[in-house]
């Protein structure tokens, strides 16, 4: 990053996150720090989880840039400018910009074996295992279209991993 001139726009983003840069919101804003806001894809290409955007992918010019865990852990509302603690707040501000058009976020686009591997490797491995998902189930999942996780459960749901909303299916257009 030192190689880089103080305007240049740097963005923290996963690698399936595609952030759209050619949004007139993203070219018109003045703001220190922009947020994307991206249409979250489950499974497949074109099934939509439309009951929620995904805040992904984040960024800043260099100059404003403290640290990329800074950049990473920068909360995605927008704050008014009369609350005093966004002054104190590493993680609060007021001069950010949330791009609404802000790309696309594409999450376990895996065969259900791949899928399996994943979630009985990750952080929350234990509620996946009581869940008593199988590779069966999960090819039912991707399948018909369902998410089984409910991204809306408060962190101590029993029922987080039934949660059955059905996908919408967009043109491939």
């Given amino acids: ?3 880089y001139s103080e305007d240049d726009f740097i963005m923290l983003s996963d690698n ?3 952030p759209n840069l050619n949004s007139e919101q993203f070219k018109k804003s003045k703001n220190k720090i922009i947020l994307f ?4 894809f489950y ?5 939509l989880y439309d009951q929620m955007s995904w805040i992904g992918t984040k960024g800043c ?4 840039l403290l640290s990329i865990s800074w950049l990473r852990e920068i909360k995605w509302k927008k704050y008014p400018f009369w609350r005093l ?19 696309w976020h594409f999450t376990n686009l895996k065969s259900p074996k791949d899928l399996y591997e994943k979630f009985n490797n990750f952080g929350h491995r234990d509620e996946f295992i009581d869940s008593g998902i199988t590779i069966e189930k999960l090819k039912y999942y991707i399948d018909n279209g ?3 996780y409910n991204h809306f ?11 059955n909303y059905k996908l919408k299916k967009i043109n491939n257009e």
């Fill in 153 to 163: 459960a408060d962190q101590k749901a029993q029922n987080k991993w039934n949660y």
């Fill in 37 to 40: 806001k991206q249409l979250f």
């Fill in 16 to 18: 399936d996150e595609i």
């Fill in 146 to 148: 369902i998410v089984f």
């Fill in 85 to 103: 603690d966004t002054y104190f707040s590493k993680t609060k501000h007021v001069n950010l910009d949330i791009i609404d058009d802000g790309g």
């Fill in 43 to 47: 499974y497949k290409f074109n099934l």
């Fill in 1 to 3: 990053i030192k190689n």
């Fill in 61 to 64: 010019k260099k100059k404003d």
